[in-house]
């Protein structure tokens, strides 16, 4: 049977990073948390790289304003050159 995989919060993620930066022994906080130290290793990891940014969700990307905004405009470009197809194939329509 398979073992039912387990969900941790974005606090409880954060408070078990800042304890790894605390404590020498990893292997040894990891057990006392309840989870593997493979996945202590990977938050610490992803929380040294994304900094605050870490941990957003269910799947959810963690994007700077930067990346928000530029996958808004490419969104945004996207629509307009449908539309513009649309606008071009009526008007065409219209002359034949």
Not at 14 to 33: D, F, P
Not at 62 to 81: N, P, Y
Request: charged share 35%.
């Amino acid at each position: 049977m398979r073992k039912q995989r387990t969900h941790y919060d974005k606090s409880f993620k954060e408070n078990a990073v800042k304890l790894s930066i605390e404590r020498k022994n990893m292997t040894e906080l990891a057990h006392e948390l309840g989870i593997e130290p493979l996945l202590l290793y990977r938050w610490r990891k992803e929380y040294q790289h994304n900094g605050p940014l870490s941990f957003p969700g269910n799947g959810v990307q963690a994007l700077s304003e930067e990346a928000k905004e530029l996958a808004d405009l490419k969104k945004r470009l996207l629509e307009a050159e449908t539309e513009r197809d649309i606008l071009k194939k009526a008007t065409s329509l219209e002359d034949g």
